[in-house]
């Protein structure tokens, strides 16, 4: 072999193999399209409400058929760990980082770096700061969260008339969704005026901890009558917590969590509702959202997006809207497997 011809080759495996965004390199697809590589973060990997999310964006990607889908997270939880996974995925040069941050604060100069790289950034499930993303696919507004998530503690504790102690166990406190959807639950809950709350306490995404403070609050509170969990790891913790301490159908817990994990609280009693949206519409809605920035279909002033079996979604300001929530009961919930 001459030395021209090793040159030839070592620069063609540079060019085919390595370096710079996938969108510049890859070859288009059969149909005429580029292949690019969507990397997408849970807040917590291996949490069902998230696998569950990722089944949906596996589904997009596959149906696409010209979308590598990347789907890691921090089994901790841990926003610092987030932040390492946004500079690994810089360095690989993806096309498109899809981010659910529990700690907006801490993940914003990532997410930003991303963003200077050339690396479109898009937020899911929660937001992050206005500048370090370009959309966010919004599950529901927060206020439908927050004013689903009172009218069904109201109408389980006997509608307009329900009396009684209530209180919040949250994810972190620097969680930007869950403290929008506080923000509702305290606007709300004026209209039944027999209903107090008196503490909103962290469980910082630890399903333990979830458990431990609900039993606190039954202990300080005599009567407590309702607990929202307000999120997919607090809410089965605070229902084991009510039942372990045999006050099932005395004080009742209603939240936001997969049908899968509170479908036994929902049939013995604990839970009479369960609110969420479809986590796998939100994942697929996800690599929709994703593929459609790299082509240039989801930009400023763009006001639908075309998403696969979804049809058509608004696209409200810089939001992609999912829209709606669910709510499960015993009547229903069987009728959901995710």
Request: with cysteine; glycine share 10%.
């Amino acid at each position: 072999m001459t030395n021209r011809i090793a040159i030839f080759l070592a620069l063609a495996l540079v060019l085919t193999g390595c370096g710079g965004p996938k969108s510049a390199d890859q070859e288009p697809t059969a149909g005429g399209t580029k292949s690019i590589t969507v990397a997408m973060l849970p807040k917590k990997k291996g949490v069902p409400y998230f696998t569950s999310c990722s089944e949906g964006a596996m589904e997009a990607a596959k149906e696409l058929g010209n979308v590598e889908l990347i789907y890691d997270g921090p089994t901790s939880g841990d926003a610092g760990d987030a932040v390492k996974l946004i500079d690994q995925w810089i360095a690989q040069g993806v096309d498109v980082i899809a981010v659910s941050p529990n700690d907006p604060d801490v993940l914003s100069p990532a997410m930003k770096r991303a963003r200077d790289a050339g690396i479109h950034v898009l937020t899911w499930d929660a937001d992050g700061t206005p500048d370090s993303r370009e959309f966010l696919v919004n599950q529901a507004t927060p206020q439908e969260i927050g004013y689903s998530l009172v009218d069904a503690m109201a109408k389980d504790l006997g509608g307009d008339a329900a009396t009684g102690d209530v209180a919040i166990v949250t994810a972190a406190l620097t969680a930007a969704n869950q403290n929008e959807w506080i923000k509702y639950i305290k606007e709300r809950l004026p209209k039944y005026p027999g209903l107090h709350l008196v503490a909103t306490k962290p469980s910082n995404e630890d399903q333990k901890l979830a458990f431990s403070v609900t039993q606190d609050l039954m202990k300080v509170y005599p009567n407590l009558k309702g607990v929202f969990a307000i999120s997919s790891v607090a809410f089965p913790g605070a229902a084991e917590a009510v039942k372990q301490a045999g006050k099932s159908g005395q004080v009742l817990v209603t939240g936001l969590a997969t049908p899968n994990d509170m479908r036994a609280y929902v049939k013995d009693g604990t839970v009479q509702s369960v609110i969420l949206w479809n986590t796998k519409d939100l994942g697929y809605l996800t690599v929709y959202a994703a593929k459609a920035l790299v082509d240039g279909d989801l930009k400023p002033g763009a006001t639908v997006l075309k998403a696969g079996r979804l049809g058509e979604r608004k696209v409200e300001g810089d939001q992609v809207m999912l829209g709606g929530t669910l709510t499960f009961t015993k009547d229903n919930i069987d009728n959901f497997d995710f």
